[in-house]
C-alpha cells in the first residue's frame, strides 16, 4: 500500500510539474502594453508593439471590450472583431516578454474602422472574389482546351513536314506566347469622375465621359471596367468609407442602366475611403482631387488580340 502510493505521488508531482509548463504564462510577470495585430490563427495574437512583436494568446476567460463615450462605461464585444491592422491595448500575465495570456484587450471603434478598411482594401469582397475565381476558371479551362488543340495541330504538322523542324518551333514558341496572353489584361482607358462635397452625384460632364468609355469598351470581346470610389479626409472614416461605397455604386448603377454595359464585365465596386489620395487634403483644391471615382478599361491581351504594349 505504501509502495501504491509513493507511485501515485510520484504521478501527481509529475502532472503538476507539466501543467507549470503549460500554463507558465498564468504564472508569470503581469503584462500590459499596446499595439497593432499582425496576424492571427486561430485564438493565437501576433502584435507589433514598442517593445517588440508579442504573442497574445485568446482563452475563454478574456474580456474583448470598447469603450462607450467619454466615460469608463465599456461594452463587451466578440473576439471575432480582432482582426489584422486592429490597434489594442491588452493586459495579462506572461512568463517572458513574448507570449502573453491575455485578461482583457481594449480598442477603439475609430480604430476598428480603420482595420477594417485596410481588411477591404487588401481583399476583395466575397461577391467580387467568387466572380474572379469563376472568370479565372473558365478562362484557364479554354486555355487548356486551346493548348491542348494546339500540341495537337503542332504534332500533326511535325509528322507532315519533318524536315522542316526550324518552321515547327517558330510554330510552337508562337503558340505558347499566344496562350500565354489570355491571362493579361491591358489598360485601355481611364476616367475619373469628380464629386462635391458629401455628395455620390455624377454630374452631366462626368456622364459623356463615362458613356464614352463604355462605348470604347463594347468594342472588345474581352473587357472588364474596374470602380473605384474615394473620398477626402474630412469628417468620420466611417462616413467617408459610405461615401466612397456610394460615390462607386453610382458609376456601377449609370454603367449598367445607362451606357448598357453587362454586369459581368463589372468588377464590383471598390469603397477605398481615403485612401490614396492624389492631391493634398489641407488644401480645399486637393480634397476636390481626391473627392472622385475611378473607372478603367481593361482589355484581355489574348482575346482582343493585341501584340503590343
Known sequence: MR??????ATVAAVCLLALGSAFGATNGEKIK???????????????KTADGPYTVVLSSETKVQQPMGLGVRKKQVSPDVLIPGLRLSFEGMGDDQSRVLAKT????????ALAEVIQAGLNPTAQQQAANMQRYAADKAATDAAIAAANR??????????????GIQEVAQSTAKRFSELTEWVSKAEVTVHFNTGESVISDEHKKEIAALAEDALKYKGYVIEVKGYADSIG???????????RAEAVVAYLLQDCHVPVKNIVAPGAMSETHPVASNESPSGRAENRRAELRLLVNRGVAGLGGN
Open 33 to 47: 502594453s499596446k499595439g497593432v495585430i499582425t496576424n492571427r490563427t486561430g485564438d493565437t495574437l501576433t502584435v
Open 3 to 8: 509502495r501504491q502510493m509513493g507511485v501515485a
Open 153 to 166: 495541330e503542332i504534332e500533326t504538322n511535325k509528322q507532315r513536314i519533318a524536315a522542316n523542324e526550324q
Open 236 to 246: 468620420r472614416l466611417a462616413a467617408n468609407q459610405q461615401l466612397s461605397k456610394e
Open 105 to 112: 484587450i481594449t480598442f477603439d471603434s475609430d480604430d476598428l
